[in-house]
């Protein structure tokens, strides 16, 4: 397909990244590099979503690189405030005009200077109301010391190649990297309560899929830049499970399919004191030195499951969630 034919096409392309305090310059420039190499200005359109950015370097440098592309239509949208990735994501949808969204995380790089031409290839051939392209550790490798584990974890659970993520489409939708029909997500916008850390992209998945929404996974990943030291992630992970708990009570029947389903009724018996009690050895397991990464990442899934048992106690949910009206 040539690069004509992707500007004669009427399906229009807008490529959506929310930013909070990340220097998304290297990907900006990656993207826009692509698209004047293949005369895309026409077909695509860049829009940068600051949620509430509080740092002004990283601020400075992704209005700058965007500043480098004058003839790509490009927006930098600014919160005031930090209301997380489902609301910025919901700009993204705002700001589209038709056609189809990209999102991408500020994080990612793509692994293909064909990446943009995959997708659209994918749009051209029709058939398709969700397309996710996978993540990666291509470009950065093994990484060493206190970002082992978070790659370590995000490998285990995230790189998968398409053929086995299409065999459970909703368990494997990344909003870090996917490709939406514009119609599509403004049916089903991005819930703006999951406000800590994670999971919103799961429960957009299963609303989609439980919606008859057709969801394709191909392999056009971006690498993930964004790796966080140990103790950033000990406290996402705690900070993520009353997002974790949302989704329990909205999707009750897709959560016993979940691994830590199992490990949550089991410790739901313990009272909050025990619970507690193995909360606290868990952190300071896993702020001790000289343990093996792949020991901490046992750890750290035990802990996730205590931590989230606690918040299921708290909201009557443990055995039992209840599912959303």
């Given at each position: 397909m040539r690069s004509q034919d992707f500007q004669r096409m009427q399906d229009k392309l807008t490529i959506a990244i929310p930013v909070f305090n990340f220097d998304a310059s290297q990907l900006i420039e990656a993207l826009c590099s692509e698209i004047e190499e293949a005369r895309l200005n026409e077909a695509i359109e860049l829009v940068i979503i600051d949620d509430g950015s509080t740092e002004l370097t990283p601020k400075n440098a992704n209005i700058k690189a965007l500043e480098r592309y004058p003839r790509i239509v490009s927006k930098h949208i600014?919160?005031?405030?930090?209301?997380?990735?489902?609301?910025?994501?919901?700009?993204?949808?705002?700001?589209?005009?038709?056609?189809?969204?990209?999102?991408?995380?500020?994080?990612?790089?793509?692994?293909?200077?064909?990446?943009?031409?995959?997708?659209?290839?994918?749009?051209?051939?029709?058939?398709?109301?969700?397309?996710?392209?996978?993540?990666?550790?291509?470009?950065?490798?093994?990484?060493?010391?206190?970002?082992?584990?978070?790659?370590?974890?995000?490998?285990?659970?995230?790189?998968?190649?398409?053929?086995?993520?299409?065999?459970?489409?909703?368990?494997?939708?990344?909003?870090?990297?996917?490709?939406?029909k514009w119609t599509v997500a403004n049916e089903v916008p991005f819930d703006d309560r999951f406000n800590t850390w994670g999971y919103e992209d799961l429960d957009w998945g299963i609303r989609l899929v439980t919606g008859g929404y057709k969801v394709l996974h191909i392999d056009n990943t971006c690498t993930h830049l964004g790796l966080v030291p140990k103790d950033v992630l000990l406290a996402r992970t705690k900070a993520s499970v009353k997002n974790y708990t949302l989704l329990a009570s909205k999707h009750p029947a897709f959560f016993k399919e979940t691994r830590i389903f199992g490990a949550t009724r089991f410790l739901g018996y313990l009272s909050p004191r025990v619970l507690g009690f193995l909360s606290r050895m868990i952190s300071r397991v896993l702020n001790s030195r000289g343990l093996g990464y792949k020991v901490q990442y046992v750890v750290l899934q035990f802990g996730k499951a205590v931590w989230l048992t606690s918040e299921l106690k708290t909201q009557g949910l443990v055995g039992r969630p209840r599912c959303e009206r």
């Open positions: 600014e919160f005031e405030h930090n209301f997380g990735r489902a609301q910025a994501r919901n700009m993204g949808i705002e700001q589209g005009e038709g056609g189809y969204l990209l999102f991408l995380d500020a994080d990612m790089l793509p692994d293909s200077s064909q990446f943009l031409r995959n997708y659209l290839q994918v749009i051209w051939r029709g058939g398709w109301d969700v397309v996710c392209g996978g993540i990666s550790y291509r470009q950065i490798g093994e990484v060493k010391g206190p970002y082992r584990l978070y790659q370590y974890l995000s490998a285990s659970t995230d790189v998968v190649p398409a053929t086995k993520r299409n065999v459970l489409p909703w368990k494997h939708i990344l909003t870090s990297n996917v490709l939406v």
